[in-house]
């Protein structure tokens, strides 16, 4: 089974509906990650986590939520969908909880969002 | 704020060519980890390597080398003997070590490996 899962693994969505997008993890980490990816722009930090209590913003934030309901859940949430947040969006995770530390992201399968 | 370029949007080569990706990265931290990643086809990411700022070893893992060069800010792949299978976008990455840095991306190449 894989050590990082995302659901769905392809949405198609309308302008102004709301959807979320859930990741899980069996591999105990503590960090997890929302990114999206969009043709030839690279991957781009949406949101954050270290820990249950801390969520932090990344580079393209706006127009997302998320919620880590434990440890292992990770959930982004589209409030009211729009056409350019088509894309290709990432769960990762990371388990060093020291400072200095090599942290290694491992990334889930994607899901391939599509809002009309 | 720190920055990772890969100049190669695209590149395509025939098995069983050698093929080098650059990599230059910028960052006024002195201690910092490198990575590399694969994505193919299908899209997944797939993690491939890390390298921290200490060690400028050059690492060889089967057909895949990197070269790491503090000197340049670079830290180029080549694939030796290219395949198929190699067609992927690859993705160099940068995490700082200061406090909880996350990781900056460049935008990936893109290889075509053609029979």
């Known amino acids: 089974d894989a050590d990082v899962t995302q659901t769905p693994r392809n949405r198609i969505t309308k302008t102004g509906k709301r959807i979320m997008l859930e990741c899980s993890q069996t591999k105990g980490h503590d960090r997890m990650y929302w990114y999206r990816q969009d043709p030839g722009l690279g991957l781009q930090l949406i949101y954050y986590?270290?820990?249950?209590?801390?969520?932090n913003k990344g580079e393209i934030s706006d127009g997302y939520s998320v919620s880590r309901q434990a440890q292992a859940k990770f959930s982004l949430s589209l409030e009211s969908a729009i056409p350019n947040q088509t894309a290709l969006y990432f769960c990762a995770t990371s388990g060093d909880i020291n400072p200095g530390s090599t942290d290694t992201q491992y990334f889930g399968p994607g899901t391939r969002l599509t809002v009309l | 704020a720190q920055k990772v370029t890969q100049a190669q949007t695209e590149i395509s080569v025939v098995e069983k060519e050698d093929v080098t990706l650059d990599c230059v990265y910028e960052?006024?931290?002195?201690?910092?980890?490198l990575f590399w990643y694969k994505q193919p086809p299908s899209g997944e990411l797939v993690f491939l390597i890390r390298r921290n700022s200490f060690d400028e070893q050059n690492e060889i893992s089967g057909r895949y080398s990197w070269n790491f060069q503090k000197s340049t800010s670079s830290f180029n792949f080549t694939i030796t003997a290219s395949q198929v299978v190699d067609s992927a976008v690859y993705f160099c990455a940068l995490r700082l070590l200061s406090g909880y840095s996350t990781l900056t991306f460049g935008k990936g190449t893109m290889l075509l490996v053609s029979p």
């Open positions: 986590s270290f820990d249950v209590k801390d969520i």
């Open positions: 960052t006024r931290d002195t201690t910092y980890y």
